[in-house]
């Protein structure tokens, strides 16, 4: 089986299916009756580097990745991993934490309860 990804002209990702591995994005692109783009892609994996695309991702072109919808408006993408980072590392895990971010402060929040 092969995964094939609908790429608007805003590079957003529109559509995923799954088809036979006789298949290319041309036959797809006909298949499904669309002027879009369409691009063969990986199973599974997230954004950045090696992954795949999901409905709602941009496609960057110039660096063959999908890059995931930007989490918070602090968040910045990195030009390494193509995965948004947040203005501060999170904390560690323990067995007890549960961290969350907190856009408005825009710091880890411990959200675990208290016993």
Known sequence: ????????PSNIVLNKVVA???ETSASIQKIMKSSNT????????????????HIGYTYDSANGVFIEPQPYPSWTLNNTTFRWDPPGAKPA?????????DEETEQWVDEAPTI
Request: charged residues 20%; proline residues 0%.
């Open 20 to 22: 036979d591995d006789n």
């Open 1 to 8: 089986m092969k995964y094939f990804v609908e790429i608007s």
């Open 93 to 101: 895990e323990t067995a007890t934490s549960i961290w969350t971010w």
């Open 38 to 53: 369409w691009l063969e892609c990986k199973k599974s994996g997230g954004s950045g580097v090696g992954g795949t695309g």
